[in-house]
């Protein structure tokens, strides 16, 4: 398992929360997303052999919340 920080401006409210945490939840590979609002970050743990963290950036950005960087 790798863990990783993403930074999404966008993200503003609860609705962004629940939105990034249900769709990058479905995905195979996803363990845990947990987005922080204040800071504008998406906190992941994923599996590298299961998922890409371009294919997650890709869903990030397909739900509206494009990815500024990693951290």
Known sequence: MESTTLVAPDISCEHC?????????KLTGVDTVM??????TVHL?????????????EVLDDVGYAVARRV
């Open 35 to 40: 987005v922080d609002i204040p800071t504008k």
């Open 45 to 57: 743990t994923y599996d590298p052999q299961k998922v890409t963290i371009e294919r997650i950036e």
């Open 17 to 25: 929360q629940h939105a990034i945490e249900g769709e990058l939840g």
